[in-house]
Nanobody
Framework: QVKLVESGGGLVQAGGSLRLSCAAS????????IGWFRQAPGKGREGVSC????????NYAGSVKGRFHMSRDNAKNTVYLQMNSLKPEDSAVYYC???????????WGQGTQVTVSS
């Protein structure tokens, strides 16, 4: 059974930092490209970042490039999102998922809430 558990969110002031974790079970994380997504109230999910299944190359949305950094720990079957210089517009529920996986459109974890105050 595929399971994704996001954690690490919280309430921070603008300019602060958080590190989000995505612990995967039921599949081997390194076999997939993994993405971080976020959803603010009244909006759909927005792609934030992704990491390649091989090579570890990363890509970021323009709004977070230079501030966020994604990494992967294959031994722990976990991916991370280091979030620096946070802005109020970063406030959202953050999710992880495996790009192109059979369950991508059918299953999402509970996400973790990030709230950035001004």
């Amino acid at each position: 059974q595929v399971k994704l558990v996001e954690s690490g969110g919280g309430l921070v002031q603008a300019g602060g930092s958080l590190r989000l974790s995505c612990a995967a079970s039921g599949f081997t994380l390194e076999h997939y490209a993994i993405g971080w997504f976020r959803q603010a109230p009244g909006k759909g999910r927005e792609g934030v970042s992704c990491i390649n299944s091989i090579g570890g190359s990363t890509n970021y949305a323009g709004s977070v490039k230079g501030r966020f950094h994604m990494s992967r720990d294959n031994a722990k079957n976990t991916v991370y999102l280091q979030m620096n210089s946070l802005k109020p517009e970063d406030s959202a529920v953050y999710y992880c998922n495996a790009d192109a996986a059979p369950w991508f459109d059918d299953y999402w974890g509970q996400g973790t809430q990030v709230t950035v105050s001004s």
